[in-house]
């Protein structure tokens, strides 16, 4: 299911910008919002496996076209 974050952040010299700055990087790069937002609403099973269709097919065209000049 949702897998725990843990993410550390030091704050040197008092500089909180620079805190948040790191910190909304963090977040991102482990994809803790992505996640979140994914688990906000409930999706079926079959509507899972239609977007996941979906997006294989989309980037199967972007290969195919980009490989075909």
Do not use: P
Not at 25 to 52: M, N, P
């Amino acid at each position: 299911m949702a897998r725990k974050a843990n993410i550390l952040i030091a704050v040197n010299d008092g500089n909180i910008e620079r805190a948040l700055r790191q910190l909304k990087k963090k977040t991102e790069r482990e994809g803790v919002i992505r996640d979140t937002k994914r688990l906000v609403y409930f999706e079926k099973a079959s509507q899972k496996r239609r977007k996941r269709k979906m997006r294989a097919v989309k980037q199967n065209m972007i290969r195919l076209a980009t490989t075909q000049f």
